[in-house]
Every structure is written in C-alpha cells, then in structure tokens.
C-alpha cells in the first residue's frame, strides 16, 4: 500500500519543493501548469484511489496475496516504478532532458515486462470483473500520468532546466 501511495506524495512533495527554484516558479501559479501537470494529477488521483480501493477490496473480501504475488508486485513497484519515477524526476529538472530518454525507455520496458507477468501469472484467473477493472484503472491512470509527463520532459520547450 505504501508503494502504492509513494509516487503521489512524492510527486507532490518534489513540486512544492521545486517551486522554490527561480526555473521553476511558475509552480506558485495554477494558472500558468502546463496541460501535463494537469493531467498527471488527474491520471495519478485516478490510479491511487483505484490501488486503494483493489487494497480495501482484498480486505473486505478477503482475497489473500501469497508471497510469489506479493513479491512481484513489489518487484514492479520498487523495482520498476521507483527507478522510472526517479529517471522522469531527474528529466523533468535537467537543462539536456532528452539525455534521459533512452535510459527511460529501458526501464519502462522492464516495467512493463514485471506488470504484465504479475497480471497474467496472479491475475488472469483469479480476479473477477471488478477487481480487474479496479487494475485497469490502476495501470490507465499510472499509463496515461506516465505519458503526459513524458511530453513534458521530452516534447514541450521552455518549462524545465
């Protein structure tokens, strides 16, 4: 759950604390984020309250994770999201972004490589139709947060380094 929870807090987190940097005080103005930041919030929103509510699903109907699942799970998590999130921060301060990109790539292929194992090994056959679309949800969200904040790195000019 705390995995879950990180990329929105830290995300949060890095924003306050780069609006302190003149290159980014635009940060203190709503008005003047770029589409991007708008939609990663709102994909990012949408991708936590699905993990919460896959989270609360398993409590209350008491599906249990085993070790195997849980352990890929936080191996797509720590092993795969954390590195991406890291590499996206890491582009999104950076004066030469596109540096990134390739090792960016990569990791998000690894990623991709850990999420679907945990999917179609763990998931395929156990979950019912709202559990597998409180995932879809999870991965959309995270999908679609993930792209705009490429376009912000790696496309749009003059918001960054």
Same mark, same amino acid.
């Given at each position: 759950m705390l995995?879950?929870?990180? #990329? &929105?807090?830290?995300? &949060?987190?890095?924003?306050?604390?780069? $609006?302190?940097?003149?290159?980014f005080s635009?940060?203190?103005? #709503? &008005?003047?984020y #770029?589409?991007?930041?708008?939609?990663v919030a709102l994909a990012g929103t949408t991708a936590t309250l699905a993990g919460i509510s896959d989270w609360r699903y398993h409590r209350t109907?008491?599906?249990?994770?085993g070790p195997n699942e849980h352990r890929a799970e936080l191996l797509a998590l720590a092993g795969g999201g954390l590195p991406l999130f890291l590499?996206? &921060?890491a582009a999104s301060v950076s004066s030469r972004p596109r540096v990134f990109l390739l090792p960016v790539l990569v990791v998000l292929m690894g990623t991709i490589v850990l999420i679907c194992?945990?999917?179609?090994?763990?998931?395929?056959?156990r979950c019912g139709?709202?559990? $597998?679309?409180?995932?879809?949800?999870?991965?959309a969200g995270h999908a679609t947060a993930f792209l705009a904040w490429a376009h912000f790195c790696f496309v749009r000019e003059g918001f960054h380094g």
């Open positions: 995995a879950s929870l990180a #990329p &929105g807090v830290l995300f &949060g987190t890095a924003l306050v604390l780069l $609006s302190r940097d003149p290159r635009w940060l203190t103005e #709503p &008005g003047r #770029p589409w991007e930041l708008w939609v109907a008491g599906v249990r994770v590499l996206m &921060g194992y945990d999917e179609f090994v763990f998931h395929r056959r139709r709202f559990e $597998s679309l409180l995932h879809r949800t999870l991965l």
